[in-house]
């Protein structure tokens, strides 16, 4: 018997043709992002090399500091959990491993993100 | 179905034991190695922000780690990491308005993000000490 469902109706329900290159996309503006971000937290690693407790919490509290670290980290980690999901669609082929790793790769960047996040929040705020 | 044809050792094309790859095909595979190492390197950054938020002796505690033998050799490889996917980002960047994807020119520019990535690494880390010193 032939088809009679419409291509329409084919494709109705399995989401909208719209983001399909958000991820390539949003990789590559968190890409440019980074470059200048990172370069900047090697120059303060750099500067900040041998220095001790007091004198470290009091450059991570400067508002500048902290404001381009958290930048950094919030880019970065859209960046890598992007790239981490690319990695395990690439390799892990069975449904039930797949969804779990990708599960845990959203896990993973929020928690690294939120503990990164408060601690500078804490210096920043000096409680 | 007859299988009396199939049967007969087929010639197999060159495999990845034999087969040299071309230095694209090697900064592609440590392109996302390093974005791999990179991924898990962010336990580090957030363990030392923690560090340095919490208690003056848990902070000295982390220091001691990261200064040590072992831990220099981890962050020197985070370094190096971090700088070669830096720059092959740059390179796939350059590459995805179009240019520089000719055969030689993709090989050349492989050549300097490896070349760039470790002499990068080494200059990181030799100011890093000048500044130390000084």
Do not use: C
């Not at chain 1, 009679?4 to 590559?28: C, N, Y």
């Not at chain 2, 070669?84 to 300097?112: F, N």
Request: no cysteine; hydrophobic share 55%; charged share 10%.
């Amino acid at each position: 018997m032939a088809d009679m469902r419409t291509p329409l109706k084919k494709v109705e329900g399995l989401g909208s043709a719209r983001d399909g290159t958000i991820h390539f996309w949003r990789q590559r503006v968190t890409a440019i992002a980074s470059i200048p971000l990172t370069l900047l937290f090697i120059g303060f690693l750099i500067a900040m090399n041998g220095a001790g407790y007091a004198e470290m919490r009091a450059a991570l509290a400067n508002p500048l500091v902290a404001l381009l670290i958290a930048l950094m980290l919030i880019s970065a980690l859209i960046h890598m959990r992007i790239g981490m999901q690319i990695i395990i669609e690439d390799y892990v082929h069975g449904d039930g491993g797949k969804l779990a790793l990708l599960i845990l790769n959203t896990f993973f960047t929020i928690i690294v993100g939120v503990v990164s996040l408060f601690a500078l929040a804490k210096l920043a705020f000096g409680v | 179905m007859s299988h009396s044809h199939a049967t007969r050792e087929r010639p197999l094309s060159p495999h990845l034991t034999i087969y040299r790859p071309p230095i694209t095909m090697t900064t592609s595979i440590v392109h996302r190695i390093t974005g791999g190492a990179l991924y898990f390197g962010t336990l580090l950054v957030a363990w030392w922000l923690t560090a340095a938020a919490g208690p003056q002796d848990y902070f000295e505690f982390v220091n001691g780690i990261f200064g040590s033998w072992i831990g220099q050799l981890v962050l020197f490889g985070y370094t190096w990491a971090l700088l070669h996917h830096l720059l092959g980002g740059i390179r796939h960047l350059i590459w995805d308005t179009g240019a520089g994807l000719e055969k030689h020119t993709a090989s050349k520019i492989a050549w300097a993000n490896v070349v760039g990535s470790v002499v990068l690494t080494i200059l990181v880390w030799v100011v890093g000490y000048m500044v130390r010193g000084g």
